[in-house]
């Protein structure tokens, strides 16, 4: 996979390498979509029960950093945020995304393989039982 550069809340570049030999959960969703927002409190969770075994979720928001950045407050969303729009959805339709549906999510390996792709709302248990699977990997 290419090196990708996202800014994050602060509007500093953020390469997605900066998390390499994680498991990383790479959730692409946006402040104005309703499953996107009923996901999230389980990746918070899900972030801080694994997080120490390796796992690191990452969400890129294809919204506005005005929107965002009161949302992720609010929220408490403990995990790094990434931003932008065409940069985003072009990196989406890479990663097998090419309708630009929201919320989309990719597992990656520690090694950087995609493990995982999916689309729409992310079950809380379903994603702990595959990602508790994934972390077990060497």
Request: glycine share 8%; proline share 6%; charged share 20%.
């Amino acid at each position: 996979m290419r090196a990708r550069r996202f800014a994050d809340l602060e509007g500093q570049p953020r390469a997605l390498e900066t998390w390499a030999g994680k498991l990383v959960v790479i959730n692409f969703w946006a402040t104005w979509c309703p499953p996107c927002l009923k996901e999230i409190p389980a990746f918070v969770e899900l972030q801080a029960r694994y997080g120490e075994a390796g796992l690191q979720f990452v969400g890129i928001a294809l919204d506005e950093q005005s929107a965002v950045r009161p949302f992720v407050a609010e929220r408490g969303i403990t995990y790094p945020i990434l931003l932008g729009d065409q940069d985003v959805a072009q990196f989406m339709a890479e990663l097998g995304n090419d309708i630009g549906g929201l919320p989309y999510t990719v597992v990656l390996s520690r090694s950087g393989e995609v493990l995982l792709r999916h689309r729409g709302e992310w079950a809380q248990a379903d994603a702990e039982a595959f990602l508790k699977d994934a972390l077990a990997q060497p």
